[in-house]
């Protein structure tokens, strides 16, 4: 039996009792982002951390760790301790797509993370080189379905987002097209504009500059309304093909366990900065969809992608490089 002090003392013992009673942030927080310097999640991290180290009152450092498809970056934060010091700036690979293509997972998607902010979701647009003569999609589609695998699709390698995106497409169209897998998107990019290959299903903030200087022909938009940056491209429903969705969206994740009045915290932070025209105001020029909502949306949306995605990769049986 327990005396009279013990009990007074148990609090002190609990778990999360000794960060109650430290403020947080007390000292400098670390993004991780699993992809190098320069790539889309860097280019979203390090504003949105120089934004949260004013809110904060803290400094907000980015690192990078790269490497198995982000699975290292994941891995490193999901054994993080849950203190609400490390996060992590993931997106569909390392936080839905990766375990159904890879052979072996270092941690379990499902239960490693405590979801915090959906940041932002970047369209996925269908196009076609400048010099094909197909003017709509469901020509692309009459073309590619009349002879089989002569229609080549470039994307950014096996088991990426414009993969996974092409084979939706497939599935959905019944086309056979031809995939082509690249070292990232743009090289790419570089051989559509050049008619080395025909089609990309490409994340819109990557190829807009190409649309925008006629280099690319876009035929449809991956998403149910039109967008403001290209409001002459039809979407997919009004293209003919209603059922094709598909984005690229990057989101913010704690160590699971990380207590939920730092998550929330973080969220509400994050949301407020989205809303900020030095931040979200740039993301949306540049073709991005802003995210922001509660852990609890963000972490339904996650459970959502995963059984989209893995019904996808298991019919289409696409393991990662």
Do not use: C
């Not at 030095?278 to 609890?296: D, F, K, M, S, Y």
């Amino acid at each position: 039996m327990m005396d009279r002090r013990s009990l007074l003392a148990l609090p002190a013992l609990l778990p999360g009792a000794a960060l109650a009673q430290t403020p947080w942030p007390g000292r400098p927080l670390r993004i991780i982002v699993p992809f190098a310097p320069g790539g889309l999640a860097d280019l979203l991290a390090r504003p949105l951390a120089a934004r949260l180290q004013a809110m904060l009152g803290q400094p907000v450092l980015v690192e990078n760790r790269m490497g198995a498809g982000g699975n290292i970056a994941a891995d490193f934060v999901a054994k993080s301790a849950p203190d609400g010091y490390t996060w992590l700036l993931g997106s569909i690979g390392p936080l839905a797509a990766n375990q159904f293509l890879f052979a072996a997972m270092p941690y379990d998607t499902r239960t490693a993370f405590a979801p915090t902010s959906l940041l932002v979701n970047t369209p996925k647009v269908i196009v076609v080189a400048r010099a094909r003569p197909w003017q709509t999609l469901a020509e692309m589609l009459a073309a590619a379905r009349a002879q089989p695998d002569a229609v080549r699709a470039g994307s950014a390698g096996n088991g990426s987002s414009l993969h996974l995106a092409l084979e939706l497409l497939k599935q959905q169209s019944g086309a056979q097209i031809l995939h082509v897998p690249y070292r990232g998107a743009a090289p790419a990019v570089t051989d559509l504009v050049s008619g080395q290959i025909d089609l990309m299903v490409d994340n819109l903030p990557n190829i807009l500059p190409q649309i925008r200087e006629g280099t690319v022909r876009a035929l449809a938009v991956a998403t149910p309304v039109r967008l403001p940056q290209l409001p002459d491209v039809p979407t997919t429903a009004e293209a003919g093909l209603p059922g094709f969705l598909f984005g690229t969206w990057f989101g913010l994740v704690a160590p699971a366990r990380t207590p939920a009045e730092i998550v929330a915290r973080m969220s509400a932070a994050v949301d407020a900065a989205l809303r900020e025209p030095e931040i979200g105001g740039r993301l949306v020029e540049q073709g991005a969809v802003l995210g922001g909502g509660t852990p609890e949306a963000f972490a339904s949306f996650i459970a959502a992608q995963i059984t989209a995605l893995e019904a996808v990769i298991r019919a289409a049986n696409i393991r990662a490089e």
